[in-house]
């Protein structure tokens, strides 16, 4: 099943994306722990998108769109993430030390790091002038 | 996200309910400021009705984990769900936060 919503490149609508995420993935029986981290995830790659990716026309009050894509089967959920923003690779970003101490920690960078360690399969492209990013997630569903 | 506190002892228990993420994670921060700037402080933080944190919720627990050490203070956090604690263990945060 295919469920897609677009929505304006703003963390206010990060809630619009939960409801999304919920009902679209409640309707395959997956169980809410799961959907927690699939909130996560897509929390940090539209919230990324939201900070960097219209950055050029930040004074333009149309911040320009994010469309969501959720494909579910019977064991994979693949979300689609696209945006007509600056090109720009996830995967290029240099991963932070997790090894690090207190003191030696800085505030950013676990984003990334954090949606890749929690999907299975990460995919970026660039084509049709859009940012084409692709996550793929092995689930079990509860009947 | 809803915040609410109680005394307990010395602590002060913190009870989160929802999603620490980038929209809440300013107003928790504020909210727990007047807590956290105290020297010798003690906070005890409530995860039992967290759903998640994301990166930016991990900002403010590392900025109230610096401010424990220079504030002879102290941080615990309880009642982590696996998915949380799966957060903690991928980004190092298990090593540098206090987990009960």
């Known amino acids: 099943m295919k469920n897609k919503i677009i929505l304006s490149a703003d963390t206010t609508n990060l809630d619009a ?10 309707k395959d029986f ?4 799961q959907i927690s981290v699939l909130e996560m995830v897509c929390e940090e ?27 579910t089967s019977t064991n994979q959920i693949i979300f689609t993430f696209k945006d007509k923003g600056t090109p720009f690779d996830p995967l290029s970003v240099k ?4 090894n690090m101490t207190l003191d030696e920690r800085d505030y950013g960078g676990l984003g990334l790091l954090m949606v890749k360690k929690s999907v299975d399969k990460i995919e ?6 859009e940012n084409v990013f692709k996550l793929f997630k092995t689930i079990t569903t509860v009947i | 996200m809803n915040i609410e506190f109680k ?3 010395e602590n002060t228990v913190v009870d989160m309910e929802g999603r620490l ?10 909210e727990l400021e007047a807590y956290y700037n105290v020297q010798g402080f003690s906070l005890i933080l409530d995860f039992e009705k967290l759903d998640f944190v994301s990166s930016a919720g991990l900002r403010v ?22 998915e949380i604690q799966e957060v903690f263990n991928m980004t190092g945060f298990s090593e540098i936060l206090t987990i009960e």
């Open chain 2, 21 to 30: 993420d980038t929209n809440t994670a300013p107003n928790f921060q504020k």
């Open chain 1, 95 to 98: 991963e932070p030390d997790v």
């Open chain 1, 124 to 129: 970026y492209n660039y084509q049709n002038d």
């Open chain 2, 7 to 9: 005394k307990e002892n």
């Open chain 2, 61 to 82: 627990l590392l900025l109230i984990q610096k401010k424990s050490k220079a504030l002879s203070g102290n941080m615990v956090i309880k009642n982590v769900k696996p």
């Open chain 1, 45 to 71: 790659i539209f919230t990324n998108i939201a900070n960097y990716a219209y950055q050029d026309n930040a004074n333009d009050k149309n911040k320009g769109d994010v469309e969501i894509e959720i494909e």
């Open chain 1, 17 to 26: 994306l939960y409801q999304f995420i919920k009902d679209t993935l409640e």
């Open chain 1, 30 to 33: 997956i169980k809410g722990a």
